[in-house]
Each structure stands twice: as C-alpha cells, then as structure tokens.
C-alpha cells in the first residue's frame, strides 16, 4: 500500500495534481451556485426597484 501511495517515486508530482483537480472541480462545481445566488439577489433589488418606481408613479403627488 505504501508503494501505491509513493506513486513509485513520482508522489511529489502526482498528489499536488490530484489536489489541483480536485480544487479545480471543487470551483467548477461551486461558481454557477454562487453565481445564480448573485443573479437572483439583482433581480430581487431590480423588481423591488421596479415595484417601488411604479407604486410612486401611480399615486399623485399632493400639492400644498
């Protein structure tokens, strides 16, 4: 088992490799998540924006 894990001498370049897929993978898997968050967070504000604008435009101003 020892032998498996020293890669026959390559263990130094094999491992770091591994761990580099893995981060990468790690990313790949993560970023759409946080990036489809971000995207219905701005929709959230631009609706409310939108809601708010139209609310303001629909009632008249009242003039003292």
């Known amino acids: 088992m ?5 890669m ?3 263990a ?3 491992w770091p490799a591994y ?3 893995f981060i990468v993978l790690l990313a790949d898997f993560v ?3 946080l990036r489809r968050r ?3 967070r701005e ?3 631009r609706l409310a924006r939108q809601t708010a604008r139209q609310h303001r435009s629909a009632t008249p ?3 003292s």
């Open 2 to 6: 020892s032998h498996f894990f020293a």
């Open 8 to 10: 026959g001498g390559y």
């Open 12 to 14: 130094a370049y094999v």
């Open 19 to 21: 761990a580099v897929f």
């Open 31 to 33: 970023s759409p998540l």
């Open 38 to 40: 971000r995207n219905l």
């Open 43 to 45: 929709l959230r504000a």
């Open 61 to 63: 101003a009242v003039n």
